[in-house]
């Protein structure tokens, strides 16, 4: 990789190759070179090994850790260091008008892909079967495979500090774990794993009540749905305080290791990473186990709130974990968890009676009255968890939805202010204090999908953070709704049909308003919010599906094809748009806490970075072909020629601007993002090679303090795919 210093000419970012030169080798060419060459159809067929990678050529199947010790030497954290941690200090990119000496990262021209025989089977697995998320299980594999020893052996165990700062300063857990309900935690795991696991020392109560309180505090980042004052671990189900124990392992740390001496081989310093992540991995295992067979011993268990939330917290965390069959067990099973809550009638308002405290109740009274208030929000907000959830996994996993915006009558979880209430008196005390003079209900997803100004007066009894994630999540179903009904029209071959076509364009609009009105209507703004906002109006201007063919995901035929798409595509204004929006979704997530694009938002951004450099490859293949048509001026003779518009380079990492809109609108100006160091780097978008260097950065940011090796799977999965798609041309 090398820097172009600082006095290099903006024309110099317009790369123009000489008049022989293509960017492909003569010998072999490269993936892209072949299916964007003229009469690619007719060129000889590209072996497998010149394929590109696929994200399953990063994944791993399972979290193997073969012997090693999982609830070894660097497990449990002291009680007394857990939060002493110093807070990371990450510089907010600052938003300037262009540095006066600009410089861009500019990668060198890469031979072709050659790999190794290992390589060469695997990018033949993940092409031949064609799927990004396949996982083929071996004969005999099961959720015990993977680790076939664990010791707990507290004596060994070193203090460490969590990266994370999960609890809130306000929050105060009052529960503590008692010996007992160690043991019951103790005796699940014995009883669900048999003798395919070995224990031979278990975490004191002290660890364990730590790791839980972490797993409550977590929920609190999103849409807390677990209520931490009532929270009795005597009266839980072991299922779901292992549950609980393992969401604190998982967001505990991204890695605690021994400090590496200087002369440490990698090898070995991959044996001395201990993952406190990895141990919460296995416990989920042993929780989707024992949630089972509790179904099937009892199937009233379906209805109980514990099991219900025991069984999100798993989908939860296995669903992004970043390993193959973890990711595809969590989504197999989410279905089980919507039908118990449906045929439960828990979407539907008819199961949420208004619960209102007075002010004459008697102590018991009001208690016994705050109870039930309780557990019916915890129904409501897992409710709309599990639709979020849901979304979620249709917008990644590219499937269809399987519960239904329209099927969500029930109100919008109560305020925050309410449900943190940490007793009956100061619950009641701020129930009568929200409560509006018009004594309004609450409104429902349904309601505010079929009018958007709801949320410009929510009430004020209301969850507004929820209510905005859960609209937004109503609309992505909307727009992937709106997705399916193009192709299906477009694959229809009828271009006689202009009601469809003027529908398609009418919903289109309506869509892009909504989202765009949604910026202004709520006071809520937080980075997901504004990440999920502009990869949906990403994804209204561009078919990602072709964006992912183009890519290689479905081999070279489908590739050629997806670029014929993409060539006509590319010149026109909602090319700019959606690369706008995908830019935005990349700023969105450089604003992002540490350590919090781990699930869907570290996916969403990959999809943005796909874009932008799918549009940078399509680019460079119009350069190339200029090239090959009309003498190549050097690069004085190009900055002279040129015109003004095509010399200024035009920021899209940064607020909505004159110079922007005339990009936009009039393709005028060169498209560029900042890199977030201090150089003042400046990536040009029409060079696909060095926008993969940005994606990386965003995420790796997102993990300070750690190397590759110690991030969470995901992440690094991310990074590897992208480091290997930033090296083909």
């Known amino acids: 990789m090398i820097l172009v210093a600082a006095g290099t000419s903006k024309a110099d970012l317009l790369w123009t190759p000489a008049a022989n030169e293509i960017g492909i080798d003569a010998d072999v060419p490269s993936f892209f070179g072949h299916i964007m060459a003229p009469g690619g159809s007719e060129l000889a067929p590209l072996d497998a090994f010149q394929l590109p990678p696929d994200i399953s050529s990063v994944l791993p199947d399972q979290d193997w850790l073969g012997d090693f010790d999982i609830f070894g030497?660097?497990?449990?954290?002291?009680?007394?260091?857990?939060?002493?941690?110093?807070?990371?200090?990450?510089?907010?990119?600052?938003?300037?008008?262009?540095?006066?000496?600009?410089?861009?990262?500019?990668?060198?021209?890469?031979?072709?892909?050659?790999?190794?025989?290992?390589?060469?089977?695997?990018?033949?697995?993940?092409?031949?079967?064609?799927?990004?998320?396949?996982?083929?299980?071996?004969?005999?594999?099961?959720?015990?495979?993977?680790?076939?020893?664990?010791?707990?052996?507290?004596?060994?165990?070193?203090?460490?500090?969590?990266?994370?700062?999960?609890?809130?300063?306000?929050?105060?857990?009052?529960?503590?774990?008692?010996?007992?309900?160690?043991?019951?935690?103790?005796?699940?795991?014995?009883?669900?794993?048999?003798?395919?696991?070995?224990?031979?020392?278990?975490?004191?109560?002290?660890?364990?009540?730590?790791?839980?309180?972490?797993?409550?505090?977590?929920?609190?980042?999103?849409?807390?749905?677990?209520?931490?004052?009532?929270?009795?671990?005597?009266?839980?189900?072991?299922?779901?305080?292992?549950?609980?124990?393992?969401?604190?392992?998982?967001?505990?740390?991204?890695?605690?290791?021994?400090?590496?001496?200087?002369?440490?081989?990698?090898?070995?310093?991959?044996?001395?990473?201990?993952t406190v992540s990895r141990t919460g991995l296995v416990l989920l295992e042993i929780v989707r186990v024992a949630l089972s067979r509790v179904i099937e011993e009892d199937n009233s268990a379906g209805r109980d709130i514990q099991w219900l939330q025991a069984s999100m917290i798993w989908l939860d965390v296995a669903a992004f974990c970043g390993f193959k069959r973890k990711m595809e067990v969590a989504e197999s099973n989410l279905q089980p968890l919507i039908t118990?809550?449906?045929?439960?009638?828990?979407?539907?308002?008819?199961?949420?009676?208004?619960?209102?405290?007075?002010?004459?109740?008697?102590?018991?009274?009001?208690?016994?009255?705050?109870?039930?208030?309780?557990?019916?929000?915890?129904?409501?907000?897992?409710?709309?968890?599990?639709?979020?959830?849901?979304?979620?996994?249709?917008?990644?996993?590219?499937?269809?939805?399987?519960?239904?915006?329209?099927?969500?009558?029930?109100?919008?979880?109560?305020?925050?202010?309410?449900?943190?209430?940490?007793?009956?008196?100061?619950?009641?005390?701020?129930?009568?204090?929200?409560?509006?003079?018009?004594?309004?209900?609450?409104?429902?997803?349904?309601?505010?999908?079929?009018?958007?100004?709801?949320?410009?007066?929510?009430?004020?009894?209301?969850?507004?953070?929820?209510?905005?994630?859960?609209?937004?999540?109503?609309?992505?179903?909307?727009?992937?709704?709106?997705?399916?009904?193009?192709?299906?029209?477009?694959?229809?071959?009828?271009?006689?049909?202009?009601?469809?076509?003027?529908?398609?364009?009418?919903?289109?609009?309506?869509?892009?308003?909504?989202?765009?009105?949604?910026?202004?209507?709520?006071?809520?703004?937080?980075?997901?919010?504004a990440l999920l906002r502009h990869f949906l109006l990403m994804t209204l201007h561009v078919n990602l599906d072709n964006i992912m063919r183009f890519a290689g995901k479905c081999g070279e035929a489908e590739a050629q094809q997806a670029y014929q798409a993409l060539v006509i595509w590319l010149p026109t204004k909602p090319a700019r748009l959606a690369l706008w929006h995908a830019v935005q979704v990349v700023r969105a997530a450089r604003d992002a806490a540490p350590y919090q694009l781990r699930g869907c938002d570290a996916f969403l951004t990959w999809h943005a970075v796909s874009l932008m450099w799918a549009y940078g490859m399509l680019q460079q293949n119009v350069a190339r072909r200029t090239a090959r048509s009309s003498p190549v001026p050097d690069s004085t003779t190009l900055e002279a020629s040129a015109p003004p518009s095509q010399k200024r380079l035009v920021f899209l990492d940064g607020e909505r601007s004159a110079e922007v809109d005339d990009f936009l609108y009039r393709n005028d100006g060169i498209p560029c993002m900042r890199l977030l160091d201090s150089s003042h780097t400046v990536c040009s978008l029409h060079k696909a090679q060095n926008v993969m260097t940005i994606g990386i950065e965003v995420l790796e940011r997102n993990c300070p303090g750690e190397g590759r090796v110690g991030m969470p799977q995901m992440i690094k999965s991310l990074c590897d795919l992208m480091e290997e798609l930033g090296k083909l041309r």
């Not at 540095?99 to 050659?114: A, F, I, L, Y």
């Not at 849901?390 to 329209?406: E, G, I, Q, V």
Request: hydrophobic share 40%.
């Open 73 to 274: 030497a660097d497990f449990i954290p002291a009680v007394d260091n857990a939060f002493a941690a110093p807070p990371v200090d990450i510089q907010p990119q600052q938003h300037q008008t262009q540095p006066d000496s600009v410089t861009e990262e500019k990668v060198e021209g890469h031979s072709s892909h050659r790999l190794n025989q290992a390589d060469h089977a695997r990018e033949r697995h993940a092409i031949f079967k064609r799927s990004p998320w396949l996982w083929i299980p071996e004969r005999n594999s099961n959720a015990f495979t993977e680790h076939n020893r664990i010791q707990l052996d507290e004596g060994h165990l070193q203090s460490a500090t969590s990266p994370h700062q999960p609890f809130a300063e306000t929050l105060s857990i009052p529960d503590r774990l008692s010996q007992s309900s160690r043991d019951r935690i103790l005796q699940l795991i014995v009883r669900t794993a048999k003798s395919q696991i070995c224990i031979t020392s278990f975490p004191s109560a002290d660890c364990l009540d730590l790791l839980i309180k972490m797993g409550i505090a977590k929920k609190f980042e999103t849409d807390a749905w677990i209520h931490p004052f009532t929270f009795k671990s005597e009266d839980c189900r072991p299922e779901l305080l292992t549950a609980l124990v393992a969401a604190g392992c998982v967001c505990f740390g991204v890695s605690l290791c021994t400090e590496k001496g200087p002369r440490s081989t990698q090898i070995d310093f991959e044996l001395q990473v201990k």
């Open 340 to 529: 118990a809550m449906r045929r439960y009638g828990k979407f539907d308002r008819v199961a949420y009676s208004p619960i209102t405290p007075s002010a004459a109740d008697s102590a018991s009274q009001l208690h016994e009255t705050w109870l039930q208030w309780v557990e019916a929000q915890s129904f409501c907000r897992l409710a709309h968890h599990l639709f979020e959830h849901d979304t979620f996994m249709t917008l990644t996993k590219h499937r269809n939805p399987l519960l239904s915006y329209a099927e969500l009558s029930l109100p919008l979880p109560a305020s925050r202010a309410l449900w943190l209430a940490p007793s009956a008196d100061d619950w009641r005390t701020v129930y009568l204090g929200l409560q509006s003079p018009s004594h309004r209900q609450a409104p429902s997803l349904r309601s505010i999908l079929a009018d958007s100004g709801i949320m410009r007066c929510m009430i004020p009894e209301v969850d507004v953070q929820v209510a905005t994630s859960t609209f937004l999540s109503g609309v992505a179903a909307q727009v992937w709704e709106h997705g399916k009904l193009v192709s299906l029209h477009a694959n229809g071959g009828d271009d006689s049909d202009a009601t469809a076509r003027l529908w398609n364009q009418s919903r289109h609009e309506k869509l892009c308003d909504v989202l765009h009105a949604s910026e202004l209507s709520t006071n809520v703004a937080t980075f997901s919010t």
